[in-house]
């Protein structure tokens, strides 16, 4: 009896042991991005009474932009939420769309989009790569930096441009004779401090939360493309899970999501004025008249990607956003 038990206990002990579910992104911690991620791991502890345990992974601890997905693929961890651009290089090049310059004039155009039918219709592709769709989170409309003022799209010809991996951002640059270099996020720091890059573009909280400030002169408020992510996790891995755990989770994450939106537009607005004030680097206002150029000037990347892309998927993103080209 004795031996008995002493061979049942560490059984017993095991089908205590709480769910692990490993959540990495590459953002620091104290973004809204990241504090979303916090968010999800404190409901889905709470909601499942301690039998989900989510660790977070922030700042590319774990794994880099190019790396996150095959990841998540493989099991290696549970959960990301990546940029929506990040799909494109795995077949879902539907996800691009995404990248297209001046595709939303506002945050609401997003939402509508990615909160109706067309959202849940690109979710759904991502089920054959192994990948369950949970949420889509939004980053904010996205800038131009350099160490020279970057007014108009002529300004960015010559200049050695950092982008995350996008033939739409790559096809953008190229179209304003700018050299688009493909870098991970976690290394675009020391690549504007070492001038492997002479500038960037990305949403205005990430040159506070990641200093770029400190090696950009100039900031244009361009808001030439908007920043979505998506919050995923294993599909195997979420099919396995109890119903019940599943419910809280989807709950948890609701409750993470709306609180993202919340965080990312008072961040950038936060970080905007900030910016406005640090003597370190000059913001640039765009008047109607030069964000018109920018828009007339990019725009054509839509017609060049409409046979990636799917011309039927944009009309109807048009039509979604209410912003028809």
Do not use: C
Not at 56 to 74: F, H, I, R
Not at 84 to 105: C, I, R, V
Not at 125 to 139: Q, R, V
Not at 170 to 192: C, N
């Amino acid at each position: 009896m004795l031996l008995a038990a002493a061979f049942a206990l560490p059984l017993a002990v095991q089908a205590e042991s709480p769910i692990i579910i490993k959540f990495s992104h590459v953002v620091a911690a104290d973004t809204p991005k990241g504090r979303a991620v916090q968010r999800f791991k404190e409901e889905a502890e709470k909601r499942t009474a301690g039998r989900v345990k989510v660790e977070v992974y922030p700042n590319s601890q774990l794994y880099k932009d190019k790396e996150e997905l095959e990841a998540l693929q493989l099991g290696s961890v549970q959960m990301l939420a990546p940029s929506l651009s990040k799909f494109g290089p795995l077949g879902a090049k539907q996800f691009e769309m995404f990248d297209l310059p001046y595709l939303f004039t506002s945050e609401q155009q997003f939402l509508r989009v990615t909160g109706g039918p067309i959202g849940q219709e690109l979710m759904a592709t991502l089920e054959n790569k192994g990948i369950h769709g949970l949420a889509f989170w939004s980053g904010g409309f996205h800038v131009f930096s350099a160490n020279k003022p970057v007014l108009k799209p002529a300004d960015l010809r010559g200049l050695k441009m950092r982008i995350p991996s996008s033939k739409v951002l790559e096809a953008s640059l190229r179209l304003m004779g700018a050299l688009p270099q493909t870098l991970p996020f976690s290394e675009v720091y020391q690549a504007l401090q070492t001038g492997v890059v002479d500038g960037t573009e990305n949403i205005l909280s990430s040159y506070t939360s990641q200093k770029y400030f400190e090696v950009q002169k100039h900031i244009t408020l361009t808001n030439h493309t908007h920043t979505g992510y998506a919050a995923i996790v294993n599909k195997k891995f979420w099919d396995g899970l109890p119903a019940d755990i599943r419910a809280a989770l989807t709950e948890a994450m609701k409750q993470a999501s709306d609180y993202e939106l919340q965080q990312v537009t008072q961040e950038n607005q936060d970080a905007l004025a900030a910016l406005r004030k640090n003597q370190r680097v000059q913001v640039h206002d765009l008047t109607d008249a030069e964000r018109d150029l920018w828009r007339t000037t990019l725009l054509p990347v839509h017609k060049e990607m409409e046979a990636r892309i799917g011309g039927g998927l944009l009309s109807r993103v048009y039509q979604a956003a209410g912003a028809a080209k």
